[in-house]
């Protein structure tokens, strides 16, 4: 399980073929997405002219999303979701 994998399908291969905008919203601590993960898809997205915004939330785990997890961290969350909804009124209303 990961991100970018080497199967054709992992996002960083298909960045060619990416024609929407993407928001990318990272925990600082996260056992499923290894150091390597971010600067690579940032690069790959960046080779290609995908629009995106990127961001790792420092101080936060896996899951800071969802508030019934333990690792809910509001501040970040609220961020994150605020821009996710922002990218859909943009792209998709």
């Not at 970018?4 to 960083?12: M, N």
């Not at 060619?16 to 993407?22: A, F, Q």
């Not at 390597?36 to 080779?47: I, K």
């Not at 609220?78 to 792209?91: A, H, I, N, S, Y």
Request: glycine letters at 10%; aromatic letters at 10%; charged letters at 30%.
């Amino acid at each position: 399980m990961g991100l970018l994998i080497g199967e054709e399908d992992s996002p960083h291969l298909l960045a060619g073929r990416m024609r929407g905008e993407l928001y990318l919203g990272f925990a600082e601590v996260d056992r499923l997405v290894p150091d390597n993960v971010v600067p690579d898809l940032e690069a790959a997205l960046n080779q290609h002219g995908v629009p995106f915004e990127c961001k790792t939330f420092p101080g936060t785990r896996h899951g800071f999303c969802f508030e019934e997890r333990t690792v809910y961290n509001r501040e970040a969350a609220e961020e994150v979701w605020g821009k996710v909804f922002d990218l859909f009124k943009r792209r998709l209303l």
